[in-house]
Every structure is written in C-alpha cells, then in structure tokens.
C-alpha cells in the first residue's frame, strides 16, 4: 500500500531538482506547500516533469511550487525556455507527439 500523508510539496520540488541535477536556485517557493499524497510518487511526477523540460525544452529549467489564490488547489509547474507549443489541443489526443519527425520513444 501507498505511504500517503501530508507532504511539502516545495520539499519534493527540490529533492527531484537535485537528483537531476539542476542548480538549487531553480526551485521557487514562497513557503512550504503542504499536500496529501504519496511522497515517493509526487517524487516521481516531478522528475518525469522535470526529465520532460530537459528533453524537450532549453535550459534553464524552473520549478515553481505554490498555492492558487482563491483556491484551495497545490500547483507545481515546470518551466523551460524552449519553443513551447503551436498546436495543444493536438496534444491532448492520446498518442500524439509535439514533433512528428524527431525520433524519440514513448507513448506520446
């Protein structure tokens, strides 16, 4: 069974920063974002997030962890400085990749 309980969501945002490497610097948090949750797959989300950045965007990578004013609703986004994105909508069908022509694995 899972381990879920309450979890620093800007703690986790650092530890997967850190295991990819990125300067410490790259984490932007104003105060401790408690959430409930998984640690170890909050973890996981937020280095796949992370790995997505690296791959397919351009440095630098930011991490930006904080609360929605007016909403009781935790948000942990991932910033690059590539090229982003044309057409999301496309995106959001199942097996759809930004780029066609570059090779690169996964489900899309």
């Given amino acids: 069974a899972a381990a879920r309980g309450p979890v620093d969501l800007a703690q986790v945002a650092r530890l997967a920063a850190e295991a990819a490497g990125l300067p410490a610097g790259c984490v932007h948090a104003r ?3 408690t959430v409930e949750g998984d640690p170890t797959e909050l973890q996981r989300v937020a280095a796949n997030l992370i790995d997505n950045a690296e791959k397919h965007g351009r ?3 930011e991490i930006g962890v904080a609360v929605r004013p007016g909403a009781r609703v935790a948000e942990l986004a991932v910033h690059d400085a590539g090229v982003g994105l044309a057409d999301t909508e496309r995106l959001r069908q199942p097996f759809e990749r ?3 022509a ?5 489900a899309g």
Wanted: glycine share 8%.
């Fill in 31 to 33: 105060a401790p974002v």
């Fill in 59 to 61: 440095a630098p990578v």
């Fill in 98 to 100: 930004r780029d066609a």
């Fill in 102 to 106: 570059r090779p690169s694995r996964g």
